[in-house]
């Protein structure tokens, strides 16, 4: 019986196998799944914004793509994860309101991808696959058996990479 973790908005855990992490209504947010193929160790964030420094209350690490992604490979290899086996997918960071102005600063979930790219690639993490942009939300469901991430949406269907 594979356990159940259901992570929220700005939460983020990891857990060994067997396991099936998810996290619901990922729109502008951006879900970061990591997984060891050799220990399936799996590991999911909800991050909510792209940088803690430009915060002012950036108490919750999980809340930002920067600080998120460097507690959970921490909390993956305190978990018995090695870092050069984690690989990561990315899904979300859909741009779900039309503005007028096509500012950066609004688009949040552009920012919030390319964020996760820039800290993935510092620790050394590569990115295998991922399902990001668009204008639509989407639920995704991390598996520890062989780290495929279900990717779940209303109009779009359901697809697995």
């Given at each position: 019986?594979?356990?159940?973790?259901k992570i929220?908005m700005?939460?983020?855990?990891?857990?060994c196998?067997?396991?099936?992490?998810?996290?619901?209504g990922l729109?502008s947010?951006?879900?970061?799944?990591?997984?060891?193929s050799?220990?399936?160790?799996?590991?999911l964030?909800?991050?909510?914004?792209?940088?803690?420094?430009?915060a002012?209350?950036?108490?919750?690490t999980?809340?930002?793509?920067d600080t998120?992604?460097v507690?959970?490979v921490?909390?993956?290899?305190?978990?018995?994860?090695?870092?050069s086996?984690?690989?990561a997918k990315l899904?979300g960071g859909a741009q779900?309101?039309n503005?007028s102005q096509s500012a950066?600063?609004?688009?949040i979930g552009?920012?919030?991808?390319v964020?996760s790219?820039e800290?993935?690639?510092?620790l050394?993490?590569p990115?295998?696959?991922?399902d990001?942009g668009g204008?639509?939300?989407?639920t995704?469901e991390?598996?520890s058996?062989d780290g495929?991430?279900?990717i779940?949406?209303?109009?779009h269907?359901v697809?697995?990479?």
């Amino acid at each position: 019986m594979e356990k159940l973790l259901k992570i929220g908005m700005a939460e983020l855990d990891s857990a060994c196998h067997p396991c099936m992490l998810t996290t619901l209504g990922l729109g502008s947010c951006v879900g970061i799944a990591l997984y060891d193929s050799i220990t399936k160790i799996s590991g999911l964030a909800h991050i909510m914004l792209p940088s803690s420094l430009q915060a002012i209350n950036n108490s919750n690490t999980a809340k930002f793509a920067d600080t998120a992604i460097v507690k959970l490979v921490d909390d993956m290899i305190k978990l018995g994860a090695c870092k050069s086996n984690i690989k990561a997918k990315l899904a979300g960071g859909a741009q779900m309101f039309n503005f007028s102005q096509s500012a950066d600063i609004i688009r949040i979930g552009y920012r919030n991808v390319v964020s996760s790219k820039e800290k993935l690639e510092e620790l050394g993490i590569p990115i295998i696959a991922e399902d990001t942009g668009g204008s639509y939300g989407r639920t995704i469901e991390l598996y520890s058996d062989d780290g495929r991430l279900v990717i779940k949406t209303v109009g779009h269907g359901v697809k697995q990479i």
